[in-house]
Nanobody, 122 residues
Framework: QVQLVESGGGSVQAGGSLTLSCTAS????????VGWFRQTPGQEREFVAL????????YYAESVSGRFTISGDGARNTVYLQMSSLQAEDTAVYFC???????????????WGQGTQVTVSS
């Protein structure tokens, strides 16, 4: 497991943008797949996007494709989630996760951050 720290959450109006960051101190972070999930009260944790350091390949949930961009900065050991055209339905706690070979199901991911709140007002 690696320790993950998220930052960048906040409140924004619909149509606005936010960028979340996920930083790890362990160099092994760049050997893993890094994902973003989100969760609203009473709901299961939902896959949003993932990034493979190995070949910089992103993958997105259909609900965010075309609006969100995931990327990595190796020098900073950080993965970013740039969110644009935000909608009220994007309101959730966003979690960063990392795993060597994950699926899209949250329960299969090994390491998790503490979460950061994103609130979009309409």
């Amino acid at each position: 497991q690696v320790q993950l720290v998220e930052s960048g959450g906040g409140s924004v109006q619909a149509g606005g943008s936010l960028t979340l960051s996920c930083t790890a101190s362990a160099r092994s972070f760049r050997n893993l797949v890094v994902g973003w999930f989100r969760q609203t009260p009473g709901q299961e944790r939902e896959f949003v996007a993932l990034f493979r350091w190995m070949d910089s390949t992103p993958y997105y949930a259909e609900s965010v494709s075309g609006r969100f961009t995931i990327s990595g900065d190796g020098a900073r050991n950080t993965v970013y989630l740039q969110m644009s055209s935000l909608q009220a339905e994007d309101t959730a706690v966003y979690f960063c996760a990392a795993d060597p070979g994950p699926t899209l199901r949250a329960e299969t991911w090994d390491s998790w951050g503490q979460g950061t709140q994103v609130t979009v007002s309409s």
